[in-house]
């Protein structure tokens, strides 16, 4: 229960069916998935399995300026399905992991989560919500790049996986990009080339070819690989692994 006079909101996003109580009220069947976001100035009370919870707990008075009919109600429930609810699970599951570096950067990234909420908000809350359009899409972008990090050794990744998996399409991604002044398949060649000049330099793969190390970084094609980390790097493949031998031979 929570009844210890904070008057913020808390989201939460559970990974089993439960039960909610607020405010005295008849309990509420949540699917595994679904949001509710509670007001903290009233009693609440969860009956559920073991469980894994994502949980945020958020300023009324941000979210007030967002959504100013709130407060017309002490809880909401949003579907699975809520557009933008996907977006919130993968955007705080990303910071949780990498945590944001400076005041200014901390800041940024609270504004694309509210940005986020408000977005579901807006199709829950009676009147709607508002929405910041440039922090959902900033959101968006950060997770698309760490999708890019999590599978870049795969050679047959590509943009329209990161879209079936987004439920967007390659052109807004491509747009994401060209917002930044660069485009998906750049970085997801760069980030291939960042893996491959690490493992060059590992002792761990000193007696691996460089055919190996470019496969296992995700390219598919060796001339391609070669041609890419000269331009990146200013040095062949070749360079990079003897210039690490010679370092552990000293």
Known sequence: MLNDGRDDYLLTIHTHDHEVSVDGGRPVQVAAGEMMLISEAVRSQFRLPGTIVKVLSLSRKKLRDLAPRIDFEAFHHAPASAPGLALIAGYSDLLRENPPEGEKARR?????????????LDGVVRGGAARNLSGIRAARLEIIKKDILDRRQDPSFDIYDVARRQ??????????????????????????LDF????????????????????????????TFNRGFRRRFGMTPSDVKADAMRRRAR
């Open 108 to 120: 940024l990234a609270a504004g694309h989560l509210y940005d986020l909420v408000a977005l579901v």
């Open 196 to 223: 491959a000049f690490r493992l060059l330099g590992e002792a761990a793969t000193a007696e691996r070819g460089i055919s190996e190390i470019a496969f296992e970084a995700g390219f598919s094609d060796l001339s």
């Open 167 to 192: 439920g967007v399409t390659p052109r807004y991604i491509q747009q994401l990009f060209a917002a930044e002044g660069t485009a998906f398949s750049e970085i997801l060649r760069d980030s291939r």
